[in-house]
């Protein structure tokens, strides 16, 4: 972390923590552990094979530098984007980028550390200033929850509409009717 942020409540073990920089950009951040060994859980973060369980497919290079396409394909309208691998230092970090069309690039910084003998990700993305995270948290929140799913061989998270009426309300976003 090399920004400086306002103080903020630190992420939940399920709920990210949204927090805002000096400069305005809204930092969303979760924290989630498991008792396997940081390869284990960079296996499923970034296996071919278990990448598309939990969020999508990566077609391309696999190192830093590497450029492909990344298509979450859980999303409702799945459709590739460019990828771009800007940090790879396996099992312990990943920084990924891809173009947003009409929007600032994603980038997306993933850590895993061991902490008292379990593996915690760090999951980081910042967001331009007054950008409204909660659509985002709500989506990464999923996600993660089916990574966890992943990782800990438990049940996925329910599907989208009743993920989204049971968690939106901790995020501020109100059940659709």
Same mark, same amino acid.
């Given at each position: 972390m090399t920004d400086q942020?306002?103080?903020?409540?630190?992420?939940?073990?399920?709920?990210?923590a949204v927090s805002t920089l000096p400069d305005g950009r809204q930092r969303l951040e979760f924290r989630r552990s498991?008792?396997?060994?940081?390869d284990e859980v960079w296996a499923a973060l970034t296996g071919p094979d278990r990448?598309?369980?939990?969020?999508?497919?990566?077609?391309?290079?696999?190192?830093?530098?590497?450029?492909?396409?990344?298509?979450?394909?859980h999303e409702s309208?799945?459709?590739s984007e460019e990828v771009t691998i800007v940090e790879c230092d396996p099992p312990c970090r990943l920084v990924v980028e891809w173009v947003q069309a009409g929007a600032e690039a994603w980038r997306v910084e993933l850590d895993l550390t061991v902490e008292s003998?379990?593996?915690?990700?760090?999951?980081?993305?910042?967001? !331009? +200033?007054?950008? @409204?995270?909660?659509?985002? /948290?709500? %989506?990464?929140?999923?996600?993660?929850d089916?990574?966890?799913?992943?990782?800990?061989?438990?049940?996925? !998270? +329910?599907?989208? @509409?009743?993920?989204?009426? /049971?968690? %939106?309300?901790?995020?501020?976003?109100?059940?659709?009717?």
């Open positions: 942020q306002t103080p903020a409540a630190a992420p939940t073990d399920r709920r990210g498991w008792p396997d060994g940081p990448l598309p369980r939990w969020i999508g497919t990566y077609e391309g290079e696999r190192a830093p530098g590497g450029r492909g396409s990344f298509t979450m394909t309208e799945p459709a003998g379990r593996t915690t990700l760090h999951f980081v993305q910042v967001f !331009p +200033a007054g950008t @409204d995270v909660s659509d985002f /948290a709500l %989506g990464w929140h999923w996600y993660l089916k990574f966890d799913a992943e990782v800990g061989g438990r049940p996925p !998270p +329910a599907e989208w @509409d009743a993920f989204l009426a /049971a968690t %939106g309300p901790d995020y501020g976003r109100a059940p659709e009717a």
